[in-house]
């Protein structure tokens, strides 16, 4: 059974840096790219890109190409997201998703506030 | 490329029908000739859900009130007759051209 756990909520001040974690089990982590979402508070679902699992090779979405950094450790199955120098406009819940986003992490809340 | 889901908000009875349209600014065939329109559904406070794929492959365990439709750049998610549990909000996503790009969401109250 295919499971992907995401981090804990984290807070943070503004610019500051951030990294969050998905944990995946249940299927071949390096099979399949890995996307990741972002949904700001009340807001609709965003795009954020994805990163190839077998090559750690990321395409990152235009509006989060610069501070957002994608990387996998394959020995753990793991994704992770880094988003440097936040801003308050970062707040949001960020989702790691299968390649088909059949499989969806529970979301991780980042709260960016001085 | 941009989705456009109306109405963005529905209001339907227990029991009666309820349909989400999704267009898209261009054709959604991709490279393996598939069309890649997804729908999701969203319950508050929980993870998106998949409950389509290639714009009208149903998901396991979605109910067969559910259906979708559609062709090239213009798409439909019926429910035929809305429970309760089916509130919250309903997106639909290209995957046909990068970046993938949401719909707005419509948000379905019961």
């Known amino acids: 059974q295919v499971h992907l756990v995401q981090s804990a909520s984290e807070v943070e001040r503004p610019g500051a840096s951030v990294k969050i974690f998905c944990e995946t089990s249940?299927?071949?982590?390096?099979?399949?790219?890995l996307n990741w979402v972002r949904q700001a508070p009340g807001q609709g679902l965003e795009w954020m890109g994805l990163?190839?699992?077998?090559?750690?090779?990321?395409t990152y979405g235009p509006a989060f190409s610069g501070r957002t950094v994608f990387s996998v450790d394959t020995s753990v199955a793991t994704a992770y997201l880094q988003i440097l120098n936040l801003r308050v406009d970062d707040s949001a819940v960020y989702y790691c998703?299968?390649?088909?986003?059949?499989?969806w992490g529970d979301g991780t809340v980042v709260t960016v506030s001085s | 490329v941009v989705m456009t889901q109306s109405p963005l908000s529905l209001s339907v009875p227990l029991g009666q029908p309820a349909s989400i349209s999704c267009r898209s600014a261009r054709s959604l065939v991709d490279t393996n000739g598939d069309i890649s329109l997804t729908w999701f559904h969203q319950r508050p406070g929980q993870s998106p859900r998949r409950l389509f794929y290639?714009?009208?492959n149903r998901d396991s365990g979605v109910p067969d009130r559910f259906s979708a439709r559609g062709s090239d750049s213009d798409f439909t998610l019926k429910i035929s007759r809305v429970e309760a549990e089916d509130v919250g909000v309903y997106y639909c996503?290209?995957?046909?051209?990068?970046?993938?790009?949401f719909g707005q969401g419509t948000k379905l109250e019961v």
């Open positions: 290639k714009f009208s």
């Open positions: 996503m290209q995957g046909a051209h990068w970046p993938f790009t």
């Open positions: 998703a299968t390649a088909s986003f059949d499989h």
């Open positions: 249940g299927y071949s982590f390096t099979g399949h790219t």
């Open positions: 990163i190839n699992t077998n090559t750690g090779n990321p």
